[in-house]
């Protein structure tokens, strides 16, 4: 059964920073891309960042140089770090595991940008 729980959303101001952590199971973790989505009330999911077995990344234009993706074998847990917040980036943000046709996600860690 896979698992990812995420952790360490919350309330930050404009400019601000935070640190996303997802512990995944039930998966050979270092073989899967992992990666981040958000989704805000009343728009579609949308792709954040992503981190491959072999360590190359991919980010969405509006958070690049902003946020940085990184992996923990060891601990098979994936990092969001996120800079520079703005209130554009308040939404769900959800922890994503693939591997060839296998998807899955995570509930969720609400992030809220606002002064």
């Known amino acids: 059964q896979v698992q990812l729980v995420e952790s360490g959303g919350g309330l930050v101001q404009p400019g601000g920073s935070l640190r996303l952590s997802c512990a995944a199971s039930g998966i050979t973790f270092s073989s899967w891309t992992m990666g981040w989505y958000r989704q805000a009330p009343g728009k579609q999911r949308e792709l954040v960042t992503t981190?491959?077995?072999?360590?190359?990344?991919n980010s969405a234009d509006s958070v690049k140089g902003r946020f940085t993706i990184s992996r923990d074998n060891a601990k098979n847990t994936v990092y969001l770090q996120m800079n520079s917040l703005k209130p554009e980036d308040t939404a769900a943000y959800l922890c994503?595991?693939?591997?060839?046709?296998?998807?899955?996600w995570g509930q969720g860690t609400q992030v809220t940008v606002s002064s």
């Open positions: 994503y595991a693939g591997y060839y046709y296998s998807h899955y």
């Open positions: 981190i491959t077995s072999g360590g190359s990344s």
